[in-house]
C-alpha cells in the first residue's frame, strides 16, 4: 500500500466501520471492539479490516459472528460515504498484535528477572585491580631534584 490515495482510502474506510459499529450496529453479541487497522489492495477491490475485543475467547467467537453479520451493512455504507464506482469487499480479522506485544513483554520482563539475579551472584568487587589501566611511572624523587 505505497501509494498515498490507497492509504487515505483504508483510513476512511477504518473510520466510518468504526463509527458504525458504534452508533448504528446494535447487535447484542458485539463486544467492546476496536478497529486497529485497515489494509486495502492497489485496485480497492478488497479492504482486510483488522479488529480487537476486549475480552475473552466467548466475546472474541460473539463479535467474530456479529462482524459477519453485519458485513453487509457496513459494505454498503463504506461506498455510499466514499462515493467510489466499486466499493471494497470487507473481510474482519482479528488482530493478534496485542497478544504477541503481551508475550513480547512477558519475555522481556523474564529476562530483565534473570539479568538482575545474575547481577545480584556477581557481587560488587572487582575480580582484578580496582583500575586496570596502566599509568606512566613518575618518578618523585626526579620531581624534587629539579625543584632544587
Given at each position: 500500500?505505497?501509494?498515498?490515495?490507497?492509504?487515505k482510502?483504508?483510513?476512511?474506510?477504518?473510520?466510518?466501520?468504526?463509527?458504525?459499529?458504534?452508533?448504528?450496529?446494535?447487535d447484542?453479541?458485539l463486544?467492546?471492539?476496536?478497529i486497529?487497522?485497515?489494509?486495502?489492495?492497489?485496485?480497492?477491490?478488497?479492504?482486510?479490516?483488522?479488529?480487537?475485543?476486549?475480552?475473552?475467547?466467548?466475546?472474541?467467537?460473539?463479535?467474530?459472528?456479529?462482524?459477519?453479520?453485519?458485513?453487509?451493512?457496513?459494505?454498503?455504507?463504506?461506498?455510499?460515504?466514499?462515493?467510489?464506482?466499486?466499493?471494497?469487499?470487507?473481510?474482519f480479522?482479528?488482530?493478534?498484535?496485542?497478544e504477541?506485544?503481551?508475550?513480547?513483554d512477558?519475555?522481556?520482563?523474564?529476562?530483565?528477572a534473570?539479568?538482575?539475579?545474575?547481577?545480584?551472584?556477581?557481587?560488587?568487587?572487582?575480580?582484578?585491580?580496582?583500575?586496570p589501566?596502566?599509568k606512566?611511572?613518575?618518578?618523585?624523587?626526579?620531581?624534587?631534584?629539579?625543584?632544587?
Amino acid at each position: 500500500m505505497a501509494n498515498p490515495r490507497v492509504r487515505k482510502i483504508a483510513d476512511r474506510i477504518q473510520v466510518i466501520v468504526a463509527e458504525m459499529l458504534e452508533r448504528r450496529i446494535k447487535d447484542p453479541r458485539l463486544g467492546f471492539v476496536t478497529i486497529t487497522d485497515v489494509r486495502l489492495t492497489g485496485d480497492n477491490q478488497q479492504a482486510t479490516v483488522f479488529y480487537t475485543v476486549l475480552g475473552g475467547e466467548e466475546e472474541m467467537a460473539a463479535t467474530a459472528a456479529a462482524l459477519e453479520s453485519a458485513k453487509g451493512v457496513l459494505r454498503s455504507e463504506v461506498a455510499k460515504q466514499l462515493g467510489m464506482r466499486i466499493s471494497p469487499t470487507l473481510t474482519f480479522i482479528h488482530d493478534a498484535l496485542p497478544e504477541t506485544a503481551r508475550a513480547l513483554d512477558e519475555v522481556l520482563a523474564r529476562a530483565k528477572a534473570q539479568d538482575e539475579a545474575v547481577a545480584a551472584a556477581r557481587g560488587s568487587t572487582y575480580a582484578g585491580e580496582a583500575d586496570p589501566y596502566k599509568k606512566p611511572h613518575e618518578d618523585t624523587d626526579e620531581a624534587d631534584d629539579d625543584e632544587k
